[in-house]
C-alpha cells in the first residue's frame, strides 16, 4: 500500500512539475523564490537567477533567439506557440567596467532566450511571476555593448553569459529563458507506469 501511494505521488508530481532552474555555476546565484519588490534592488557583483511562471501557455512569444546553438548578440527575432516555463537571469550595475559571467542550467531544454527590453516589457505579464516587480520600458533594461549570452552544441539545456557594463548610464540587464515542459500526457504515462509496477510487485 505505502509503494502504490509513493507512486501516486509521485505521479502528481511529474503531472505538475515544470522546467526548473537546476545548476548555477561562476558569477551568479540561484534564488529559491523570486524576489520581492523591483529587481533594480539585486545588488552586483553577482548575477541571480530564479524560477517564473511554469507551465503556461503561450501564443506568439516574441524572442530575441531560438533554440541553440548560437552566440547573442546579434538577435535573430522569433516566436513561440505551445506550453513553456519561464526563468530569469539579473545583473544589477553600480558603474561602469564591471563584468560578471557564468551559467545557468534547466533540466528541459531551451527554446529560446529574451534580452531586448521591447521584448522583456512585453513578456513581463505573462512570463513574470509575483511578487517580483519588473521595470519594464525602462531604458537601460538591456544587453550593453560587448555582453554576451550563448548555447553551446551538446548542452542545450544550459546559457552560458558574459554581462559587461561599458557605460555609467547601463543599469541592469536582464535576459529572459523560455525552457520546454515535458509533455502532460507522457508524464502522466510515467506516472501510471509506476502504478502498475507497485501492483505487479504487491502479487
Same mark, same amino acid.
Given at each position: 500500500m505505502k509503494c502504490l501511494l509513493s507512486c501516486f505521488a509521485a505521479a502528481l508530481i511529474c503531472t505538475r512539475a515544470g522546467a526548473a532552474i537546476i545548476g548555477v555555476s561562476g558569477g551568479v546565484t540561484l534564488l529559491p523564490t523570486p524576489p520581492?519588490?523591483? +529587481?533594480?534592488?539585486?545588488s552586483p557583483p553577482f548575477a541571480f537567477a530564479w524560477?517564473? %511562471? %511554469?507551465?503556461?501557455?503561450?501564443?506568439?512569444?516574441?524572442m530575441d533567439m531560438?533554440?541553440?546553438?548560437?552566440?547573442?548578440?546579434?538577435?535573430?527575432?522569433?516566436t513561440y506557440t505551445g506550453l513553456i516555463s519561464s526563468h530569469m537571469i539579473h545583473w544589477t550595475t553600480?558603474?561602469? $567596467?564591471?563584468?560578471?559571467?557564468?551559467?545557468?542550467?534547466?533540466? $528541459?531544454p531551451i527554446i529560446g532566450v529574451i534580452f531586448d527590453g521591447t521584448r522583456l516589457a512585453m513578456s513581463d505579464p505573462v512570463c513574470g511571476l509575483p511578487p517580483t516587480v519588473y521595470l519594464s520600458g525602462h531604458p537601460g533594461r538591456l544587453?550593453?555593448?560587448g555582453? +554576451?549570452?550563448?548555447?553551446?552544441?551538446? +548542452?542545450?539545456?544550459?546559457?552560458?553569459f558574459d554581462f559587461i557594463s561599458s557605460s555609467p548610464a547601463?543599469?541592469? +540587464?536582464e535576459v529572459r529563458v523560455i525552457t520546454a515542459v515535458p509533455a502532460p500526457g507522457a508524464m502522466a504515462l510515467l506516472g501510471a507506469g509506476g502504478l502498475v509496477a507497485a501492483r505487479r510487485l504487491r502479487r
Open positions: 520581492a519588490g523591483p +529587481t533594480s534592488l539585486l524560477d517564473e %511562471q %511554469q507551465n503556461i501557455s503561450v501564443t506568439s512569444l516574441s531560438g533554440a541553440g546553438p548560437w552566440v547573442a548578440p546579434p538577435a535573430a527575432p522569433t553600480d558603474h561602469s $567596467g564591471i563584468s560578471a559571467s557564468g551559467s545557468v542550467q534547466f533540466n $528541459g544587453l550593453d555593448i555582453s +554576451t549570452v550563448r548555447i553551446l552544441p551538446g +548542452t542545450l539545456d544550459t546559457l552560458h547601463h543599469e541592469f +540587464t
